[in-house]
């Protein structure tokens, strides 16, 4: 069951809220839950990923205006937030990695665990909230070689 606290504001702290409602008559409306931040990453958190490229994507927090990047192969760094795996402010919610013209343009290493926050960013540019660090593993069986164009004769 919901709490039965009543708030005025809601915390931004990946808190899951569940929104009541009474009317003046006693009646209750519950909301669904809604997550305040960048959630649900894809590839999960803690996958083993099959490619060698990856799309991330991830869940809108809901009033995030744009989204803060963070990519690489080292947790502190990620954490941090330091300038070589920051990858760029983004209002959409996916980011392609291990592909020619993205970051890790040469492909993901097989083997190769990948660390990746999203944080939300108001309107003025200024983060409303660090996300937390999602990681996945490319597979090691991954072959190595990628094929972009295939021509059949018939």
Same mark, same amino acid.
């Given at each position: 069951?919901?709490?039965?606290?009543?708030?005025? #504001?809601?915390?931004?702290?990946?808190?899951?809220?569940?929104?009541?409602?009474? /009317?003046?008559? $006693? *009646?209750?409306?519950?909301?669904?839950?809604?997550?305040?931040? #960048?959630?649900?990453?894809?590839?999960?958190?803690?996958?083993?990923?099959?490619?060698?490229?990856?799309?991330? *994507?991830?869940?809108?927090?809901?009033?995030?205006?744009? !989204? /803060? &990047? !963070?990519?690489?192969?080292?947790?502190?760094?990620?954490?941090? $937030?330091? #300038?070589?795996?920051? @990858?760029?402010?983004?209002? *959409?919610? !996916?980011?392609?990695?291990?592909?020619?013209?993205?970051?890790?343009?040469?492909?993901?290493?097989?083997?190769?665990?990948?660390?990746? @926050?999203?944080?939300?960013?108001?309107?003025?540019?200024?983060?409303?909230?660090?996300? $937390?660090?999602? @990681?996945?593993? &490319?597979?090691?069986?991954?072959? =190595?070689?990628?094929?972009?164009?295939?021509?059949? =004769?018939?």
């Amino acid at each position: 069951a919901p709490p039965n606290d009543v708030i005025t #504001a809601l915390q931004n702290d990946g808190t899951w809220w569940t929104v009541r409602v009474r /009317d003046q008559f $006693g *009646s209750t409306i519950y909301a669904d839950p809604i997550c305040l931040v #960048a959630n649900n990453p894809n590839p999960a958190d803690g996958a083993i990923h099959p490619d060698t490229w990856a799309n991330l *994507s991830w869940n809108e927090g809901i009033r995030a205006a744009s !989204y /803060d &990047v !963070y990519f690489g192969e080292n947790l502190v760094d990620v954490n941090q $937030g330091t #300038a070589d795996v920051f @990858r760029g402010n983004r209002t *959409s919610t !996916y980011f392609v990695v291990g592909y020619d013209g993205f970051p890790y343009s040469g492909g993901l290493v097989p083997g190769t665990t990948y660390f990746w @926050r999203i944080d939300d960013v108001k309107a003025n540019g200024t983060v409303m909230h660090k996300g $937390g660090i999602w @990681r996945f593993t &490319v597979s090691p069986q991954t072959p =190595s070689i990628r094929i972009y164009n295939q021509v059949v =004769s018939p």
